[in-house]
Nanobody, 125 residues
Framework: QVQLVESGGGLVQAGGSLRLSCAASALTFGGYGMGWFRQAPGKAREFVAAISWGGGSTSYADSVKGRFAISRDNAKNMGYLLMNSLKPEDTAVYYC??????????????????WGQGTQVTVSS
């Protein structure tokens, strides 16, 4: 059974950094595009960042461009989201997702096949 498990969330002060990890199992990770999404209370789940299956192409939401960096290690079946200069508005549950359509970064949440359970990120002001 395919599993994606996020870790690395927590409480951080504004301006701080966190690195989220996504551990994938039971799938050939290198054959999937990967994305990170987030959902704040009362809001829809929104795209944050995506990376192609080989890691050569990335895409970011305008709200995180220049602050966040997505990466992956296919040999370890791991994906990452490095978050710098965090702001209170970055507070949300963060989800990683995997898409078979991985030739290019995928921004549409409906194009993802597998999702993790989420990890909470809270940024205090």
């Amino acid at each position: 059974q395919v599993q994606l498990v996020e870790s690395g969330g927590g409480l951080v002060q504004a301006g701080g950094s966190l690195r989220l990890s996504c551990a994938a199992s039971a799938l050939t990770f290198g054959g999937y595009g990967m994305g990170w999404f987030r959902q704040a209370p009362g809001k829809a789940r929104e795209f944050v960042a995506a990376i192609s299956w080989g890691g050569g192409s990335t895409s970011y939401a305008d709200s995180v461009k220049g602050r966040f960096a997505i990466s992956r290690d296919n040999a370890k079946n791991m994906g990452y989201l490095l978050m710098n200069s965090l702001k209170p508005e970055d507070t949300a549950v963060y989800y990683c997702a995997a898409s078979r359509r991985g030739l290019r970064p995928i921004e549409g949440r409906n194009e993802y096949d597998y999702w993790g359970q989420g990890t909470q990120v809270t940024v205090s002001s």
